[in-house]
Each structure stands twice: as structure tokens, then as C-alpha cells.
């Protein structure tokens, strides 16, 4: 059985800023994200757009011991589905659930591009 790598990334950037992509199987209709990482042999996705925004379902902190702590959230968008990540927020604001958030940019501590979610448009924090 042949298998192969999904050819898109999860994030890109438009004129909006950044769009996270999930995708959606053709055969089934389902809709995921992140993207499959491997397709089977004859299977195909389509990329779909997340949209330019969604609200913050849940968040926790993390206090890793000596590390800085960082902030979690799940956040809910308008096609259905709910998308985990790391949120990034003002100094000396807090987040609260039901607050509109867009994907920004984000660097892993690795230095791997990836994506956050921060307030969008001065939303209240």
C-alpha cells in the first residue's frame, strides 16, 4: 500500500493574517484539523479554511517548575470544529472564556514556525 505525505501546511498567511487550514475528505465529508500527516493510497483531502476567527472555548496555564508559564486554549470555529493551541496574550491581560480570537504567528522554543491565538481586534481580554 502506498503512502504519502499531505502536501499543504496547517497555517498560511493572507491578506487577513494568518489562516489556520484543516481539511476535508472527499469521500466522507469530514473535516479535520490539523491535517492528516500521511494519506493512504488513493485518498485525497481537500484544504479548508478554518476563517479568520473564532472563540475561546477554554484555557488552562501551565507552570512547568522553573519555566516561564505559557497558556492552552481550545478554541471553537464556525465550521464545527475545535482547535488546541497555545494563546498569546497581552501582558498584564488574561484571557476569558468566550473572548474572539484570531491565529497569529508563533515560534516553538525548537524554532519551528507554528501558529497561537490571540485577541482579535482589541477584543476585551
Known sequence: MEIMKYPQAHFRNEA?????LGTRIPETGEVCFPPPEFLHAGQTAEPVSMGPSGCLYTFTTVHPGK??????GMVDFGNGLRVFGRLAWPEGSEPAIGNAVHAVAFTLPDGTPD??????????A
Open 16 to 20: 487577513q493574517g494568518m489562516v489556520l
Open 67 to 72: 519555566a516561564p508559564a505559557y497558556t492552552l
Open 115 to 124: 501558529y497561537a491565538f490571540a485577541p482579535w481586534k482589541g477584543a476585551a
